[in-house]
Every structure is written in C-alpha cells, then in structure tokens.
C-alpha cells in the first residue's frame, strides 16, 4: 500500500527508483534471480500471478527505444529464459509478456523500463480483483524466488541447448 499510495511521483530518478537499488541489495532482498551484463530478472513484488517475473536493465531509462541493441538482446534471452524457468518449476499454459510504458500507458514505475513475463493456467482466477477487489496467491513471494532461483541455472543451460538446436 505505500508504494500504491504514492504512486508514479515517488520515482523520480534512479536514486528514488526500486529497480535502481535493487541490484545493490542481496539477490533474496531484491527477488533478484539473474544478474546478466545489461539486465536483470526479479519477481514482481505486486504480482499478477505466482512466478510474475520482470526483465529490466540497470540503466534507468523509460522507454524501449531508449534502449541499446545489447540491452534489448540480452532481455529477449532472459524474457526466455524466464520462460523456460517458469515450465520447470511451475507449468504454466501460457504467459503474458510486456511492457508498459508511461504513466498514460499503464507502467506502475513509469521511469524505469521493465518487461512482464507473467505465467497463466486454465482458470487462474485472474477476475477476482476487479469483483472482489481480492488476489488468490497459492505459495509466498520466498518460496516463489526459493524454486526460480534453484531452477534458473539449469532452465539457462536448456534454453541455450535449444538456441544451438535451431542453428542448423
């Protein structure tokens, strides 16, 4: 509630920004999952779903043409790799991947660039916010970032195995 209360005035520049000092605090204290070169993945800490992950950069810039081809290739691989996590500890039957940008287009922290990969089931109860101003989690963001964090590696190596089989 205190971050809601505040809203998009809170964020000011990357010394007010949480995606700025995440990387500064422990992997656990952020939800942080993977540190790459350009970008990193954490879970959403207002998730839409268990396992809602987001790709952001660490330099703090708010729209996807701000950022460079580095960037953008390297949160394409994790947008993946994240999926990949996600069918290893979760099985999800789909996913909602984006970005909203600006404070008119939606983005909660609308000053720093971040990718949604958010799992979906059959029936996931994504209409109880809005009729019963409600979020049915089934397991804490810990345990949540417990799973993600102890699959990450090997879902990264079977990603890469499936980039290399395609190359033929």
Same mark, same amino acid.
């Given at each position: 509630m205190a971050y809601v209360s505040k809203g998009q005035e809170q964020v000011k520049d990357e010394h007010t920004c949480p995606f700025c000092a995440g990387p500064s605090r422990s992997d656990e204290d952020s939800l942080i999952l993977h540190r790459g070169e350009t970008c990193f993945v954490?879970?959403?800490?207002?998730?839409?779903?268990?396992g809602h992950l987001l790709i952001c950069p660490y330099r703090h810039v708010p729209l996807y043409t701000d950022i460079t081809a580095e960037e953008t290739a390297e949160m394409a691989r994790l947008t993946q790799t994240a999926m990949v996590a996600l069918e290893k500890v979760a099985n999800p039957a789909g996913y909602n991947l984006g970005m909203n940008q600006g404070a008119v287009g939606g983005a909660g922290i +609308?000053?720093? !660039?971040? /990718?949604?990969?958010?799992?979906?089931?059959?029936?996931?109860?994504?209409?109880?916010?809005?009729? *019963?101003?409600?979020?049915?989690? +089934?397991?804490? !963001?810990? /345990?949540?970032?417990?799973?993600?964090?102890?699959?990450?590696?090997?879902?990264?190596?079977?990603? *890469?195995?499936?980039?290399?089989?395609d190359a033929c």
């Open positions: 954490l879970l959403n800490l207002y998730p839409y779903n268990p +609308a000053a720093h !660039l971040h /990718q949604h990969v958010v799992p979906r089931w059959s029936g996931d109860g994504n209409f109880l916010p809005i009729i *019963a101003q409600t979020k049915n989690m +089934a397991q804490t !963001l810990g /345990q949540t970032w417990e799973l993600l964090h102890t699959a990450w590696d090997e879902a990264a190596a079977e990603f *890469a195995e499936r980039q290399d089989g």
